[in-house]
């Protein structure tokens, strides 16, 4: 109680004894973080717990992925995000055991904890040409991008909170962990509107091949007041979409409104050229942009999007308010439904959800 950990469990469940047993039917690995009150475990006092909240930590969803060369359908890497701001990483290539301790990728802060799952994309080119070259056992695995925000909704006080939240892109190679946002480039505002926003195209992070001041990814200031990230990001092609939300304060109402955007997976800045038919007119044109560049944000009429998908050439956003879904006139549905640039070939996202039983 109070460390954010990791629990791995077997999929053939507790055994003959009907015992759930640490080490043989499931496993636990603590980041470390968070305080442990003993006095409270031994006590098992729910409103005594809760009145210390502020040492409490806790893990949120991982993403798993497959990233040694050559891919086996195993799970190699797991990250997942904690309250206190930090994206754990779980290493399980050198040991090949699940025991391996957590380190942190990055160390961020507890006034902007993660709580959506991060996702994981295989580093652009853009990037990796940039990056120091890897060898030995380093070089047999995909360097990647781990995208993630800050934020949480987890009980209505947290409505009302008004922290300047963020969202992360962060190159992962294996050689450099504990990153802090002193690592990492601030994105920068080009234009924005009440609905709009473009941000840099040509952001130089500072990814470098030498050693010393190298930067290891970007992040964005979200600057609307309480907005933040709830749901994970999607990675395809070179961009990446994410979804904020801006709760509404009254407790009784799920309404709000929040933000869909498009980004690239390299430095977090608006792509060139139409993206997204951002102005809802049926067809990518310069109405989607702006000086040239894809606008990278957009603020929903209604609603606060969930996490954003792909079919297709559609990007859909599930909404908690009805709007008419497309450029057609039609019923109003919970969710919005854009055109984008279809990109074809391979997607950059590596995740990995197959799950397969045991055989002894
Ligand atoms: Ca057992
Ligand atoms: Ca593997
Ligand atoms: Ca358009």
């Not at 006034?111 to 996702?119: D, F, N, S």
């Not at 809802?280 to 929903?300: E, V």
């Amino acid at each position: 109680m109070g460390q954010a950990q990791l629990f791995i469990v077997y999929l053939d469940g507790p055994g003959g004894d009907g015992v759930w047993d640490l080490g043989k039917d499931y496993l636990r690995i603590s980041t470390g973080e968070g305080a442990v009150d003993t006095a409270l475990l031994a006590a098992a006092d729910v409103a005594a717990a809760d009145a210390v909240t502020a040492s409490r930590n806790a893990l949120f969803a991982p993403i798993g992925i497959d990233t040694v060369i050559p891919q086996d359908g195993k799970v190699d890497l797991i990250y997942a995000g904690d309250l206190y701001g930090n994206l754990w990483r779980f290493d399980l290539t050198s040991s090949g055991s699940w025991s391996s301790p957590a380190k942190p990728l990055f160390k961020g802060d507890k006034t902007r904890p993660i709580t959506a799952i991060p996702a994981v994309g295989v580093a652009p080119a853009s990037v990796t040409d940039l990056a120091p070259i890897r060898t030995g056992a380093l070089a047999k695995t995909h360097p990647v991008m781990v995208f993630f925000g800050s934020g949480r909704l987890l009980a209505d006080a947290d409505k009302a909170a008004s922290i300047v939240n963020r969202f992360y892109g962060v190159y992962d190679d294996g050689t450099k962990l504990d990153l802090t946002e002193a690592d990492l480039t601030v994105q920068e505002s080009v234009y924005s509107t009440a609905n709009g926003r473009v941000y840099k195209n040509d952001l130089e992070v500072g990814y470098t091949r030498s050693a010393g001041a190298t930067k290891r990814g970007w992040y964005i200031e979200l600057p609307d007041d309480g907005e933040r990230v709830i749901d994970r990001a999607l990675v395809k092609g070179e961009l990446v979409y994410f979804n904020t939300i801006l709760p509404d304060t009254s407790t009784c109402d799920a309404g709000g409104k929040g933000w869909e955007n498009v980004v690239q997976m390299s430095n977090g800045g608006s792509a060139k050229g139409a993206q997204w038919d951002v102005n809802q007119n049926g067809s990518l044109d310069a109405g989607d942009t702006h000086a040239g560049l894809s606008f990278a944000g957009r603020k929903t009429a209604k609603g606060q999007p969930g996490a954003p998908q792909i079919i297709g050439n559609q990007l859909f956003s599930p909404l908690t308010d009805k709007i008419r879904s497309s450029v057609t006139a039609g019923p109003r549905d919970h969710f919005q439904n854009t055109r984008i640039a279809f990109t074809s070939g391979t997607s950059g996202r590596i995740s990995w959800t197959e799950l397969q039983l045991r055989d002894d």
